[in-house]
């Protein structure tokens, strides 16, 4: 299957939403998150309340099972906050249809997971390609933006790779450069190198960083290593549910 044919699955009726570029880029007001299981009701967050400014980087961190990717997927729009609220600029965000949450999730979010969820048929540069096909852009444009984010990526010379012939670190990077490519006004990361060996993990994350600083986004990150939350903007931790300062 081409790359085209995958756009045209994935696309979706337009709707329309303002932007406030004053407001913060993320506000998390009392938002609790909680699951069922059996008879037993077990809150993973719990009345978490969190502002990201714009241009802000913020690291998240806290124990395996704490709850981060809870948090990352509450503040993403991929799950449903069983109460508070989700602002992003000027959009209420839990008011919002389906619709309107995946085109918000689509031109306002960037994410990165621990994995890099490659399209295996598909090369390096393609992979960049295709969230710009899916926003719209032209292919000729698409293929000059994925060209240069590989290439600050330091990958011009992996462009036609697929990722099965890319190192962990390289196929991390091209994550990276596929999440920002259409230039969200977030970045939300979950262990985005907790899958690499340690140098390597530094090398991809100082390149993330600089990525991320040079684009002007805000950024939270999920990172279980204090070395790397320490070279962000600020640091908050979610423990029993509950995140706070650090």
């Known amino acids: 299957m081409g790359i085209n044919a995958h756009a045209k699955v994935l696309k979706l009726e337009p709707v329309t939403l303002s932007k406030t ?10 938002v609790t998150r909680t699951f069922q299981q059996g008879e037993q009701e077990i809150s993973v967050l719990k009345q978490v309340s969190l502002i990201i400014q714009p241009g802000e980087i913020v690291a998240l961190v806290g124990a395996s099972g704490a709850g981060k990717t809870t948090l990352l997927q ?20 839990e008011q919002l249809d389906d619709n309107a949450r995946t085109l918000l999730r689509r031109q306002y979010i960037g994410f990165v997971y621990q994995f890099h969820h490659l399209l295996p048929e598909f090369s390096a540069l393609e992979n960049v390609m295709l969230p710009q096909l899916i926003a719209g852009a032209s292919k000729a444009a698409a293929k000059l933006e994925a060209e240069a984010f590989l290439e600050r990526m330091g990958l011009s010379h992996r462009l036609s790779h697929r990722p099965k012939k890319l190192s962990g670190g390289e196929q991390q990077r091209v994550a990276i450069a596929r999440a920002l490519v259409n230039k969200p006004r977030i970045l939300l990361a979950d262990e985005p190198t907790g899958n690499l060996d340690d140098e390597t993990a530094q090398t991809v ?19 279980h290593n204090l070395e790397l939350a320490q070279k962000m903007d600020r640091t908050v931790k979610l423990q029993g549910g509950v995140l706070s300062d650090l």
Do not use: W, Y
Request: charged residues 15%; glycine residues 6%.
């Open 74 to 93: 509450v503040a993403g729009l991929l799950e449903l906050p069983t109460a508070g609220s989700i602002r992003m600029s000027d959009h209420v965000c």
């Open 21 to 30: 570029m004053s407001a913060p880029t993320l506000q998390l007001e009392k």
């Open 205 to 223: 994350f100082e390149e993330m960083l600089t990525l991320v600083r040079n684009t002007g986004l805000s950024a939270l990150i999920a990172t």
